[in-house]
């Protein structure tokens, strides 16, 4: 079992950027991979991008790609969101979720355990 909080939302202009936070307690972090998912009012849970337990393999969607990146500090027990360039339809709840190590997927359904989620509201 993993607990995971997210962290680094709020406000920002289109174009800006924000970078978000999930520290993870519990298990040994390098032991899970860990993804980025959002979701927005009305809006299915969607994929934003994932990264290995070593931060060696990373994917993403591909709405964010050039724009995001996904990183982890498995000393800090961190995974990281940078975001930049951001557009309206960024807006969301953004949440961190971990899988099992033996898993590296995109499917939502293939994470157990989830933080309680961050809000990013873009503006004009």
């Known amino acids: 079992q993993v607990q995971l909080v997210e962290s680094g939302g709020g406000f920002v202009q289109a174009g800006g950027s924000l970078r978000l936070s999930c520290a993870a307690t519990?298990?040994?972090?390098?032991?899970?991979?860990m993804g980025w998912f959002r979701q927005a009012p009305g809006k299915a849970r969607e994929f934003v991008g994932a990264?290995?337990?070593?931060?060696?393999?990373?994917e993403y969607t591909d709405s964010v790609k050039g724009r995001f990146t996904i990183s982890r500090t498995n000393a800090k027990n961190t995974l990281y969101l940078q975001m930049n360039s951001l557009e309206h339809e960024d807006a969301a709840v953004y949440y961190c979720?971990?899988?099992?190590?033996?898993?590296?997927?995109?499917?939502?359904?293939?994470?157990?355990?989830w933080g309680q989620g961050t809000q990013v509201t873009v503006s004009s």
């Open positions: 990264i290995n337990w070593s931060g060696s393999r990373r």
């Open positions: 519990g298990r040994t972090f390098s032991n899970y991979h």
């Open positions: 979720a971990s899988t099992p190590c033996s898993v590296f997927t995109q499917d939502i359904k293939g994470y157990d355990y």
